[in-house]
C-alpha cells in the first residue's frame, strides 16, 4: 500500500505545451538559424579585414537571403508533409469502404499494443464501426500520429520563420550600422548575438523542460566554437589574398 502524500510535497499542476507545440519548433529553429549564421557571417567578413559598410552589405544582403530560404524551405516542407498527411487520409477512407474490418482488426492490435484488453477493446471497436468519424479519429492518432490541433499552417510557419530569421540577424547586423570600427562592431555584435543565444536555449526549454541555464550556456557554446572558425577563415583569406 503506497504513503499517503503530503500536500506540501505535491508539485503544482503544470500545463502541457498542447497546440503551441508545433510552432515552437519554428521559434527556436528561426530565431537561433539568424543569431548563429549571421553572427559568423559578420566575424568571417570582419575577419576578413573589411571596412564596416564592406561587412553591413554582406550582413543585410545574408540577412536577406538566409530569410527567404527558411521561409521557402519551411512552407515547401510543412507543405509537403501536410499534403501527404491528407493523402495518407483520404486513402484511409477508401479502406474503410471496401476494408473495414481490416481496419478495424488494426483498432484491436493498437488496443491491445497499448494494454487495452477483453470488453474494453470490443467495446471501443464497436464505438468505431458505428461511426466512421469515430474510427478516422482512432486512426488518425494510432496509425498517422495525427491530431488536428497539431497540424501546421504552411503560410503561418513560412512567415513565422522568415520574420524570425530577420529577427535573430539584427544583433549581428545592427552595430555596424551605427560604427565605423568594425572591430568595435564585431565586439558589440558578440555581445548581442551572445545574449540572444542564451535566451533562445533558455526558452527552449518550455518544450525539453531541461536545465534553463545549461541549455543557455550549451547555446552559446556551440555559436561560439563556430565563431572561432569562422573567425580564422577570414584571417586565412585575409592574408592568402594580400
Known amino acids: 500500500m503506497a504513503a499517503p502524500v503530503d500536500d506540501q510535497q505535491i508539485p503544482p499542476y503544470r500545463e502541457h505545451l498542447g497546440p503551441r507545440s508545433q510552432y515552437l519548433r519554428d521559434i527556436i529553429l528561426g530565431v537561433n538559424d539568424?543569431?548563429?549564421?549571421?553572427?559568423?557571417?559578420?566575424?568571417?567578413?570582419?575577419?576578413?579585414?573589411?571596412?564596416?559598410?564592406?561587412?553591413?552589405?554582406?550582413?543585410?544582403?545574408?540577412?536577406?537571403?538566409?530569410?527567404?530560404?527558411?521561409?521557402?524551405?519551411?512552407?515547401?516542407?510543412?507543405?509537403?508533409?501536410?499534403?501527404?498527411?491528407?493523402?495518407?487520409?483520404?486513402?484511409?477512407?477508401?479502406h474503410f469502404k471496401y476494408y473495414k474490418e481490416r481496419e478495424?482488426?488494426?483498432?484491436?492490435?493498437?488496443?491491445?499494443?497499448?494494454?487495452?484488453?477483453?470488453?474494453?477493446?470490443e467495446a471501443v471497436v464497436a464505438s468505431a464501426a458505428a461511426d466512421e468519424n469515430v474510427l478516422m479519429e482512432l486512426m488518425k492518432a494510432f496509425e498517422f500520429g495525427v491530431i488536428d490541433d497539431g497540424r501546421r499552417n504552411p503560410i503561418f510557419a513560412m512567415v513565422m520563420s522568415g520574420l524570425l530569421f530577420l529577427a535573430g540577424s539584427i544583433p549581428s547586423v545592427m552595430p555596424f550600422v551605427f560604427m565605423d570600427n568594425p572591430d568595435q562592431a564585431l565586439i558589440v555584435a558578440a555581445v548581442g548575438a551572445a545574449i540572444g543565444l542564451f535566451v533562445v536555449g533558455v526558452v527552449k526549454t518550455q518544450m525539453t523542460r531541461t536545465n534553463p541555464l545549461k541549455s543557455g550556456l550549451e547555446n552559446v557554446a556551440v555559436a561560439g566554437v563556430g565563431a572561432i572558425v569562422s573567425y580564422f577563415i577570414g584571417l586565412g583569406y585575409d592574408s592568402f589574398v594580400s
Request: glycine share 16%; net charge negative; proline share 0%.
Open 104 to 121: 478495424l482488426d488494426e483498432v484491436r492490435d493498437y488496443l491491445g499494443n497499448i494494454g487495452v484488453t477483453g470488453d474494453a477493446v
Open 34 to 94: 539568424g543569431l548563429v549564421s549571421m553572427f559568423l557571417l559578420v566575424v568571417g567578413v570582419v575577419g576578413g579585414g573589411v571596412s564596416s559598410n564592406v561587412v553591413l552589405l554582406a550582413g543585410l544582403s545574408g540577412a536577406f537571403a538566409g530569410a527567404v530560404s527558411m521561409a521557402a524551405g519551411e512552407y515547401m516542407a510543412t507543405k509537403s508533409q501536410e499534403e501527404a498527411i491528407d493523402g495518407e487520409l483520404e486513402l484511409e477512407r477508401e
